[in-house]
């Protein structure tokens, strides 16, 4: 079985802070680990996503995270916030990059001028 | 390639009454998948095709629900007898062998 937790429901930050979006997941098998974004009455758009090799992935929009084994956490960055990327975050895993995916619950995030 | 497709992207219905999302997946991938959404949570897996056949359904998906891929290129999604217990965004993705996914806009349903 997989499951994911997304530490933090809500993070609220200043325009040009550092962005931080904490994910764990738990695996019985090697995973496949996704970060996907959700605007409102949208579907969701995929940011990055690590399958086998370099551990620090780096996405669309200045987004990057990095898997650790050791910590079985997947955490999303962004060195500095911009107005457009409020929205809900969504961390997922899987067991391959085409099987079903297991989401977290979500993390909002509100970004201040 | 146009995207994944839902329509409808809402609906209205009132508690006992049958509905039906339909979803157009990318033409060239093999792989389609519904998810619920419910407000503040994220997606469910619900059920997935691989070209015509239903490889796996989640618990989920009680009686009352039925997907179909006829053909392997659309899917449906029928609700029968709804509750407001459904009332959720409704997903649809699609993928091919080593290609992610790419999801559609859903389909909002709101039972009263």
């Known amino acids: 079985a997989q499951s994911v937790t997304q530490l933090g429901s809500h993070v609220s930050v200043s325009e040009g802070a550092l962005v931080l979006l904490r994910c764990n997941y738990s695996?019985?098998?090697?995973?496949?680990l996704f970060w996907y974004v959700q605007y409102p009455n949208q579907g969701l758009q995929l940011l990055l996503k690590?399958?086998?090799?370099?551990?620090l992935v780096k996405g669309i929009n200045g987004f990057e995270a990095e898997f650790k084994k050791s910590e079985t956490s997947f955490h999303l960055t962004k060195p500095s916030a911009h107005m457009s990327d409020a929205a809900e975050y969504f961390c997922?895993?899987?067991?391959?990059?085409?099987?079903?995916?297991?989401f977290g619950a979500g993390t909002t995030v509100t970004v201040r001028a | 390639d146009t995207g994944v497709s839902q329509n409808p992207r809402h609906k209205i219905t009132k508690r006992g009454q049958n509905v039906t999302f339909r979803c157009d997946p990318i033409?060239?991938?093999?792989?389609l998948y519904w998810y619920r959404q419910t407000l503040g949570q994220g997606p469910e897996f619900l059920t997935y095709?691989?070209?015509?056949?239903?490889?796996?359904k989640s618990r989920l998906l009680s009686d009352r629900f039925s997907a179909e891929r006829p053909k392997g290129s659309f899917s449906t999604l029928e609700i029968q007898r709804t509750e407001q217990g459904d009332s959720a965004m409704y997903l649809c993705?699609?993928?091919?062998?080593?290609?992610?996914?790419?999801f559609g806009s859903g389909t909002r349903l709101t039972v009263v």
């Open positions: 690590y399958t086998t090799g370099a551990t």
């Open positions: 993705a699609s993928s091919s062998s080593g290609n992610g996914y790419t």
């Open positions: 033409s060239e991938h093999n792989r």
């Open positions: 997922a895993v899987s067991r391959a990059n085409d099987y079903k995916l297991s």
């Open positions: 095709f691989q070209n015509e056949a239903q490889l796996e």
């Open positions: 695996s019985s098998v090697p995973p496949y």
